[in-house]
């Protein structure tokens, strides 16, 4: 989640591409360094920390990591061989359930019938269908069906913010880096990226949340995944790479609580970086105004506003006093379980926004309701990731894609998202598209 650890939970990533340049510019030749962090797990009551190790580009002495992305260094380097990776099934847990029906099977099941709503593991370990988790549901006859249905003008739009966002970041995050690296005295160029996929437009993935579970001594992720097979940079169990290798592809579907706010709710006003939530009440409300009807396998977005108030409104104290306060506040959908319901029983693959965590942060006790008792609260990600294998989105670019909507008057599109091919990634950029 791009919010939820008060230390890096992922490694910089760092990622070597030749580019072809008619004309090389001068470069100016400087030793740079290339900062590593080695994984140490760390397992708290609350949460599990997990700040996993990135390798540095051959030949390259070592970047600083408060090293600003406009401090773009030029070096002679030559083409990095990133070492191989061994992929390790390991043995179930003594937490993961026996059955004997399919992901399918189990996928199907409403969500009051689900017989273990804490561990939806159908997948054996190591499979491919464990690797998917709740993206079992993007079947080719789902996908197909997306494509026929929602691509008629063949206009598009990306969902990426910035890879320089959050610029300034909460939870000890360093900015992202760009160097770019002289190649034969100059004949060519590659590129450098050390950057943290949290502090952008990111697919959790399945190795990025765990969940506290009875019997258990430590939390654990998705299918029982302990934090000790994360760390084992031979083990890539239910990393990225699973999802990079069929994609997240399918019909997209857009709640904009942003404008909806204006019309239908002039009383309220928030702000992105707040804990004010969105019940799912008037979720199921925007649906009905937007004359949305949603299908199994959709893949759902909610906007809030957070990359339009952070790109146009927050001044640079602003945003300084956002990464340096110890209780950061993020506005999102409620954390309840009528809202755990509905996401499951609708039929979603995925869930993103435009949120720092999607859900509210910090979990609220409980959500008022008027006329009534107050409903109970939860931490929908130690359901979403951990138990049941859903892609969460976070800090998607939806201001380019919300006036799309708006211009065709139609809230469903195509959705192509490409994670990154990394295998035991732990999240992503989501290199996503929504055509129309």
């Given at each position: 989640?791009?919010?939820?650890?008060?230390?890096?939970?992922?490694?910089?990533?760092?990622?070597?591409?030749?580019?072809?340049?008619?004309?090389?510019?001068?470069?100016?030749?400087?030793?740079?360094?290339?900062?590593?962090?080695?994984?140490?797990?760390?397992?708290?009551?609350?949460?599990?920390?997990?700040?996993?190790?990135?390798?540095?580009?051959?030949?390259?002495?070592?970047?600083?990591?408060?090293?600003?992305?406009?401090?773009?260094?030029?070096?002679?380097?030559?083409?990095?061989?990133?070492?191989?990776?061994?992929?390790?099934?390991?043995?179930?847990?003594?937490?993961?359930?026996?059955?004997?029906?399919?992901?399918?099977?189990?996928?199907?099941?409403?969500?009051?019938?689900?017989?273990?709503?804490?561990?939806?593991?159908?997948?054996?370990?190591?499979?491919?269908?464990?690797?998917?988790?709740?993206?079992?549901?993007?079947?080719?006859?789902?996908?197909?069906?997306?494509?026929?249905?929602?691509?008629?003008?063949?206009?598009?739009?990306?969902?990426?913010?910035?890879?320089?966002?959050?610029?300034?970041?909460?939870?000890?995050?360093?900015?992202?880096?760009?160097?770019?690296?002289?190649?034969?005295?100059?004949?060519?160029?590659?590129?450098?990226?050390?950057?943290?996929?949290?502090?952008?437009?990111?697919?959790?993935?399945?190795?990025?949340?765990?969940?506290?579970?009875?019997?258990?001594?430590?939390?654990?992720?998705?299918?029982?995944?302990?934090?000790?097979e994360i760390t084992d940079r031979s083990n890539t169990r239910i990393g990225i790479h699973h999802w990079?290798?069929?994609?997240?592809?399918?019909?997209?579907?857009?709640?904009?609580?942003?404008?909806?706010?204006?019309?239908?709710?002039?009383?309220?006003?928030?702000?992105?970086?707040?804990?004010?939530?969105?019940?799912?009440?008037?979720?199921?409300?925007?649906?009905?105004?937007?004359?949305?009807?949603?299908?199994?396998?959709?893949?759902?977005?909610?906007?809030?506003?957070?990359?339009?108030?952070?790109?146009?409104?927050?001044?640079?104290?602003?945003?300084?006093?956002?990464?340096?306060?110890?209780?950061?506040?993020?506005?999102?959908?409620?954390?309840?379980?009528?809202?755990?319901?509905?996401?499951?029983?609708?039929?979603?693959?995925?869930?993103?926004?435009?949120?720092?965590?999607?859900?509210?942060?910090?979990?609220?006790?409980?959500?008022?309701?008027?006329?009534?008792?107050?409903?109970?609260?939860?931490?929908?990600?130690?359901?979403?990731?951990?138990?049941?294998?859903?892609?969460?989105?976070?800090?998607?670019?939806?201001?380019?894609?919300?006036?799309?909507?708006?211009?065709?008057?139609?809230?469903?599109?195509?959705?192509?998202?490409?994670?990154?091919?990394?295998?035991?990634?732990?999240?992503?950029?989501?290199?996503?598209?929504?055509?129309?």
């Amino acid at each position: 989640m791009g919010s939820l650890h008060s230390t890096p939970d992922s490694a910089a990533a760092v990622t070597v591409q030749t580019s072809n340049t008619e004309e090389a510019p001068k470069v100016e030749e400087q030793p740079v360094e290339v900062q590593t962090e080695t994984a140490v797990p760390v397992t708290t009551e609350g949460e599990t920390q997990t700040e996993a190790q990135a390798p540095a580009p051959t030949q390259a002495a070592e970047l600083s990591s408060e090293q600003p992305i406009e401090d773009a260094v030029v070096v002679e380097v030559a083409d990095a061989q990133p070492a191989a990776e061994t992929v390790v099934n390991t043995p179930a847990t003594d937490l993961t359930p026996a059955s004997s029906t399919s992901p399918v099977d189990v996928h199907s099941l409403s969500y009051d019938e689900l017989p273990d709503k804490r561990r939806v593991w159908p997948g054996a370990p190591g499979s491919r269908e464990e690797g998917l988790g709740r993206l079992c549901l993007l079947t080719p006859d789902v996908v197909a069906s997306a494509a026929a249905s929602c691509i008629r003008t063949g206009k598009r739009v990306a969902l990426n913010w910035d890879l320089t966002k959050l610029d300034i970041a909460n939870f000890n995050r360093a900015p992202t880096q760009h160097h770019i690296m002289s190649l034969l005295g100059g004949a060519g160029f590659d590129d450098v990226y050390i950057f943290n996929p949290q502090q952008s437009s990111q697919w959790d993935g399945l190795r990025h949340f765990s969940s506290p579970y009875p019997g258990s001594d430590q939390r654990l992720f998705y299918g029982g995944v302990t934090t000790s097979e994360i760390t084992d940079r031979s083990n890539t169990r239910i990393g990225i790479h699973h999802w990079a290798q069929e994609g997240i592809v399918g019909r997209g579907v857009l709640l904009d609580y942003v404008e909806y706010a204006k019309t239908h709710l002039p009383d309220i006003k928030y702000k992105a970086l707040s804990d004010h939530a969105v019940p799912l009440s008037v979720l199921q409300d925007i649906a009905r105004v937007q004359g949305v009807t949603f299908q199994r396998g959709d893949i759902l977005f909610v906007r809030i506003g957070l990359t339009q108030e952070w790109d146009t409104q927050m001044s640079p104290a602003d945003k300084l006093a956002y990464a340096q306060s110890s209780n950061p506040q993020h506005a999102g959908v409620e954390g309840t379980e009528e809202m755990l319901r509905w996401i499951w029983d609708t039929g979603f693959s995925a869930v993103a926004g435009d949120a720092v965590s999607f859900e509210v942060y910090p979990p609220q006790k409980s959500y008022k309701r008027e006329g009534g008792e107050d409903v109970p609260g939860l931490f929908m990600h130690e359901y979403l990731l951990p138990a049941w294998g859903l892609p969460v989105g976070e800090l998607f670019d939806l201001e380019a894609l919300s006036r799309m909507c708006a211009e065709h008057q139609r809230w469903t599109f195509f959705v192509s998202s490409s994670p990154l091919n990394m295998p035991g990634g732990v999240s992503s950029p989501p290199n996503c598209l929504a055509i129309f």
